[in-house]
């Protein structure tokens, strides 16, 4: 299987190729009614998750809430 | 006899209704768990969380919304971290997709030491905000002026300081917060600074319409009771605020008849 490069979170990680956002997520082990994505600076809208493709050198960020003020 | 004393309104932001006029913030608390039993306590309605990074080296990592469901309480996303306009807009578009809503708390702050907000980036930040559709309660310095300036960029709340966050030292400022108060036509919610119950009823008392809190209740003995304790306090200054106090005087007045006596 090859694998591709991309920016996770701010640190650079392999993961394999042709895969969905929401192929990434599930890769990842994430919930993705949980969390929010930024691709590339721009929001990864959440009914878009199938049909987008991460791409070689994707920057992106995976957020969700957590305890704050 | 008068007619019964009459329920309080309720607090009105952005068109959304609270009967708490409690605001609770989600940091600092031992466990996600002990969070939600002081929520709880608190009547609160309404919770700050913020937006970060989730943990990709471990995905089994407890997450706030399996404590407390979004679907019940409000959820205010805030911006905290955030040093400029761009960095809120990014962030809360963010907010907005994890949570879907539109409602948020902005806060843009300067220097570590104080965190007093910068007011001159969070004016800019409340105009991004409200142009792409948001709906910005503003956490802000008790400067009346800015705290106008904010209503006329479309804030739907102003959310002066009590005192430093985290400090616990209580309303600092009366005079600007009431003055702050007296001109605002849309709610004005005391956020941070207060650190025990005589302080929320402080600020109640002056006509705030909400207090917002994180430390306080987070960082007493027992999160649990001080959050009832602040539920009370909030009701108590509240009801005194609409009661209205008796005036202050000079001498004494005794409360038992003069006259008649044996």
């Not at chain 2, 709880?40 to 913020?50: F, K, L, P, Y």
Request: negative net charge; glycine residues 10%; charged residues 25%.
């Amino acid at each position: 299987m090859t694998e591709i490069d991309v920016e996770l979170n701010g640190e650079t990680r392999q993961i394999p190729s042709s895969l969905t956002l929401k192929g990434l997520l599930e890769h990842l082990e994430l919930d993705p009614r949980k969390v929010a994505v930024e691709r590339n600076l721009e929001i990864a809208p959440r009914d878009g998750y199938d049909s987008i493709r991460i791409e070689a050198g994707d920057r992106l960020e995976i957020v969700h809430f957590v305890g704050g003020g | 006899m008068t007619a019964q004393t009459q329920d309080d309104a309720p607090l009105v932001v952005a068109g959304r209704s609270f009967n708490s006029r409690l605001i609770i913030g989600t940091g600092k608390y031992e466990t996600y768990e002990q969070n939600a039993r002081a929520l709880e306590a608190s009547g609160a309605e309404m919770i700050t969380v913020a937006v970060r990074r989730v943990n990709l080296s471990d995905p089994s990592q407890p997450r706030l919304v399996d404590f407390i469901d979004p679907k019940q309480y409000t959820f205010l996303p805030n911006t905290a971290g955030c040093f400029t306009g761009e960095d809120a807009v990014r962030t809360l578009r963010l907010a907005r997709e994890a949570g879907g809503w539109d409602l948020v708390k902005l806060e843009v702050l300067s220097d570590p030491k104080h965190l007093y907000p910068d007011m001159a980036e969070t004016l800019r930040a409340c105009e991004m905000l409200v142009k792409e559709g948001f709906e910005v309660m503003v956490y802000c310095s008790d400067d009346p002026v800015y705290a106008k300036r904010l209503e006329e960029a479309g804030a739907c709340a102003i959310m002066p300081l009590g005192a430093p966050i985290g400090s616990g030292l209580g309303i600092q400022n009366p005079v600007n917060i009431r003055l702050i108060i007296e001109e605002a036509k849309v709610p004005v919610i005391v956020d941070a600074g207060v650190g025990t119950a005589s302080d929320a009823a402080v600020g109640m008392e002056l006509g705030c319409d909400g207090i917002l809190m994180n430390t306080a209740i987070a960082e007493a003995k027992d999160p649990v009771r001080m959050a009832k304790a602040m539920k009370h306090a909030v009701i108590g200054g509240r009801e005194a605020y609409l009661a209205g106090r008796m005036p202050k005087k000079r001498y004494a007045d005794p409360s038992s008849p003069l006259a008649g006596l044996i």
